[in-house]
């Protein structure tokens, strides 16, 4: 039983339970990011580039074979290198988004750190502890 309780603990460190919701939120902002780009950049690019559509960019390697009776014996083999221009770009987007916010985050904590906090003043006991102490040295 000393080994669930030892996983229990393990699990409910908040570290642990931190970097599970920064997964799931990271998760979730890649789909976000990925819709954004599918959805808005890439028409937007094709439409620069002449109505190029990234996705459908590739590098047939093989053409796919099909037998008299329309089945396909073998697939086709090709380079999407479209795929990759949209994905490299996702990630580009990705990671600077992930810059600002990080340099955001690095900007409040120097503001927080900036502020001086002062220690409350001392209690009444330890005002005598360091009188005595005080006494004692003498």
Known sequence: ??????????????????????FVMGAAFGKIVSGFIDGMVMPVVGKITAGVDFKSLKYVLSEAKVNETGKIIAAEASIKYGEFITIFIDFVLVSFVMFLLVKAINKMKKKQDAIPVTPPPPTADQKLLTEIRDLLKK
């Open 1 to 22: 039983m000393s080994m669930m309780k030892e996983f229990k603990e393990f699990a409910m460190k908040g570290n642990l339970i931190d970097m599970a919701v920064a």
